[in-house]
Structures are given as C-alpha cells and as structure tokens.
C-alpha cells in the first residue's frame, strides 16, 4: 500500500476545515448542524487512519463511540430546533438574537 | 497503484461534496451532498479495512442522521432567506484564525516524519479485527459502553420531553 498515512490526516484536516468554515458562514441552523457532522466525521476518518496505521483497536472503538453520541445529538439538537421554530417561526441565525439585544 | 487511484476518487467525493454541503442554497440539496460525502468517507474507512464502522456509517450517518435531517427540513419548509451580512466582523476574524491554524497543521502535517508512515511500518493485527473490537468493547471500554447506553436513553428522553406539549400549571 502506497497511501502513506499523511494523506489520511491531510484529507481529514481538509474535511474539518470545510466544516469549520460552513458553521463560520450560513446562517440556516440546519445547515449549520450538518457541517458539525461534516466535522466530527473528519476526525472519525483521523482516529480510524491512526488506529490502522499503529495496529491497535482502540481509534476503532473511539470511533463507534463518537457515532453513536453523534447520532444521540442530532436527536436532541433537532427536537430544540423544532421547538424553537414554534416559538420564533424563524431558524435563520441572524433572527435569533434575543441574548444580543 | 490501484490503491491511489481509488484513494483520490473516494477522497475528492467526500471533499467536494463536503463543499457542496457548504455553499447549496437549497437545505434539502445539502443533505443530499451531504449523503454523498458520508458514502465517500464510508469508503475510504473500507481502505482502511474498518469495514464494521464503514457498514455503520453508512447505516446510521447516510441512513438514520441524514434521513432525520431531510425530515426535519420538510417538517419546518425552511427557505434560505438572502442574507443580508454574510460576513460580520466575528466572522472574518475567526475565519482568519482557523485558515491560519488550517495551513499551520496542513505545513506541518506535510512537514512531519513521524506522520510519514506507510503500510510496511504498520503493526499489524493478527487477529481477526471484528473479533477483537467486539472483545475489547466489552472488556477494556465496557464502562463507555454502559455510559453511551445511558446517553441513549438520556437522549431518548430528552427528546420526548422537548417535543411534548406541557398543559398550564394550574389550567
């Protein structure tokens, strides 16, 4: 195998900076959620190209940790999202700024 | 060789589709790029012979998250309203601080020896990799386990609570 491990990490660091920069930049709070996603699936990609490359499980299992909290969140996260909807009608950020006033 | 070219196939998938999550305008296109980028890193986990987690990823990220999500959006039918000010001041300064920490990581990740680590020098299992997930999750990681199995039922409740209509004390 030629992939040499760094290409893993650079692709991985890429995936969190795109994310980063969604969260920076759109003001729909859904899609704001999904760059968190896009976020903690780069660093699944990082603790998974560790774990291969070192021999031992433990990145594997960190992993099937981080997906099973990250699919609890997005529950969470939604359910406050559709409530805050029936409240505010609203989900663009700029429009939810009672703590700023 | 091989190898390579399917490295950057799946890698540019899950990147591009990762920008394309980022700039669509249409919340349900972004989910659906959103699909493609998880099926994307979901193979590059099968490069790295996670094939558990790949299956996993794909069940639960392409599968349960998105398809949440997806709803969500339809229940609510939000449209991106044209922003006025994309760009604030907290904005810039913090996207010029994360481009900077980003290049800083990338120059040294490119830079590193340690990282500089191909297949040969990788220790490898011998056993079957299944086997010893499953072993280790319910011996060294038994206490997460136990801990994540509560998070779930904490979130399950959470949930219901949110989504729950209260009648007026008193009313």
């Given at each position: 195998m030629e992939i040499s491990l760094q290409s893993y990490i650079m692709v991985s660091s890429l995936l969190f900076g795109i994310g980063f920069f969604g969260v920076l930049i759109r003001k729909n709070t859904l899609v704001v959620y999904m760059c968190l996603e896009l976020m903690l699936n780069a660093c699944n990609l990082g603790l998974i190209a560790f774990s291969k490359y070192h021999g031992a499980m433990g990145g594997n299992l960190f992993v099937f940790f981080i997906i099973t909290v990250a699919a609890a969140e997005v529950a969470v996260g939604l359910a406050i999202i559709v409530a805050l909807f029936k409240k505010r009608q609203t989900v663009q950020l700029e429009e939810l700024n009672a703590l700023q006033k | 060789m091989a190898e390579q070219i399917f490295f950057n196939v799946f890698s540019l998938i899950a990147l591009v589709s990762a920008v394309l999550v980022v700039v669509n305008k249409n919340p349900v296109n972004a989910a659906m790029f959103l699909i493609v980028s998880f099926l994307g890193l979901a193979s590059l986990f099968v490069m790295l012979e996670a094939y558990f987690l790949a299956v996993i990823q794909v069940l639960?990220?392409?599968?349960a998250v998105v398809v949440l999500f997806l709803f969500i959006i339809m229940l609510l039918d939000v449209k991106e309203a044209a922003?006025?000010?994309?760009?604030t001041p907290i904005t810039i300064a913090s996207g010029a601080i994360g481009g900077a920490i980003l290049i800083l990581g990338i120059a040294l990740i490119r830079s590193s020896e340690t990282l500089d680590r191909s297949k040969e020098d990788a220790i490898g299992l011998d056993v079957d990799p299944l086997k010893e997930f499953g072993n280790q999750l319910f011996t060294t990681y038994l206490l997460p386990m136990q801990v994540t199995g509560f998070l779930l039922l904490i979130a399950m409740i959470g949930v219901i609570v949110l989504s729950k209509k209260f009648e007026k004390e008193g009313a």
């Open positions: - | 639960v990220y392409a599968g922003s006025k000010k994309v760009f």
